[in-house]
């Protein structure tokens, strides 16, 4: 999953997108490896970082979970095909470069 | 001559004797309880875990001490649960017409390797214990019971199910047969709508608080973290310890990975 999440952020960067990571790693440590071994370039919350659990309010059952929220933050995919969540973030971003021409 | 009859009468006292002491034996095993009889397949399913541990253990130490040429063990992906199927599918036999049997065979269903002994396990249930509250264990089971047998068998028997006396039994073949319209269904439409009534419904009648808490669990998830909901915010700390909010970046397409390097 790595490199499609790589591309797609460099691929996006210039565009109204996203990523950003809910890390549930044991430590920090453990995350911050990851990210300097495959070159990761998103920002991520520390899953259990701020007391609770955010994996668990949101019901997460398998890991990688995706999910795509539009400029208003309504959710238009949840799910575990990165495929599918890439192609739906693709078009809600053409919809909104569309909508500001 | 007399030799012959002392030893014939020896023969005799000794059988005799040992009739005397032999004669409660036969009846013991039939007159364990049903808890004795658990106690026992509880026991043989923790030796099959433990003697897969030690297998696995051993092909560990063989690839670990590998020597050039040799061929390394395999590594069972699972403890090997037959026997415990078939010492369970005699105990079902044994409390055959009394609800005792149910816990057996559920146990055959869960275990046994073989298709049709499942299939026979969940058919005997049916038709003999439908009304049994202990059919609820099944509840567990039935959103895997397409996968497990067949997608007919597995309506069939949510069907059937839902005939039952116990709330419980039917609650959970209620919420199974509307579990993917609860996850799936346009949440303005009819479907989802009905499909929300039905559980709700059986949520008040329901004992097990585990299945209540499920059926809440599901909706709640649908109508906050779905698709079509807003979604809530995250206040968090990024991997720096740095405070922010998923809201921080409104007005962009947001892609949200739940990851781990694991």
């Known amino acids: 999953m790595y490199p499609h999440e790589r591309s797609l952020v460099e691929e996006m960067k210039d565009k109204p997108f996203a990523l950003i990571g809910v890390n549930s790693d044991s430590s920090v440590e453990k995350a911050k490896a990851a990210i300097a071994k495959n070159n990761l370039n998103w920002r991520s919350f520390q899953n259990k970082g701020n007391g609770g659990e955010i994996s668990k309010d949101w019901a997460v059952a398998g890991w990688p979970t995706v999910v795509i929220l539009d400029e208003n933050m309504k959710i238009h995919y949840r799910g575990h095909d990165g495929n599918a969540a890439t192609k739906i973030a693709e078009e809600l971003v053409a919809k909104m470069e569309a909508g500001n021409k | 001559m007399r030799i012959a009859y002392v030893l014939a009468g020896c023969l005799l006292l000794g059988s005799v004797a040992a009739q005397d002491v032999a004669a409660p034996k036969p009846q013991s095993p039939a007159k364990a309880s049903a808890t004795e009889c658990m106690q026992q397949i509880q026991d043989l399913r923790q030796k099959a875990i433990d003697d897969w541990r030690a297998v696995v253990a051993e092909a560990r130490e063989s690839a670990k001490n590998r020597v050039e040429g040799q061929r390394v063990k395999a590594m069972p992906m699972r403890p090997d649960f037959g026997p415990v199927a078939k010492q369970a599918s005699v105990f079902a036999k044994q409390f055959v017409g009394s609800d005792e049997a149910v816990p057996f065979l559920m146990m055959v269903v869960q275990m046994a390797t073989d298709k049709a002994e499942q299939k026979a396990g969940i058919e005997t249930m049916l038709d003999a214990h439908i009304d049994s509250p202990e059919l609820a264990q099944m509840g567990g089971m039935l959103k895997s019971l397409s996968r497990m047998i067949d997608e007919d068998f597995a309506k069939s028997t949510m069907q059937r199910m839902l005939k039952s006396k116990d709330a419980d039994v039917?609650?959970?073949?209620?919420?199974?047969?509307?579990?993917?319209?609860?996850?799936?269904?346009?949440?303005?439409?009819?479907?989802?709508?009905?499909?929300?009534?039905?559980?709700?419904?059986?949520?008040?009648?329901?004992?097990?608080?585990?299945?209540?808490?499920?059926?809440?669990?599901?909706?709640?998830?649908?109508e906050k973290y779905g698709v079509g909901c807003d979604s809530p915010d995250i206040a968090g700390i990024d991997l720096d310890g740095v405070e922010f909010k998923l809201s921080d970046y409104k007005g962009k397409v947001i892609f949200l990975d739940f990851w781990g390097d694991w």
């Open chain 2, 170 to 222: 039917r609650g959970w073949a209620l919420f199974a047969m509307h579990g993917p319209s609860i996850e799936n269904a346009d949440r303005d439409g009819e479907e989802y709508a009905a499909a929300k009534t039905a559980v709700l419904a059986a949520c008040e009648v329901v004992t097990d608080q585990r299945l209540a808490k499920q059926i809440r669990g599901a909706i709640n998830l649908r």
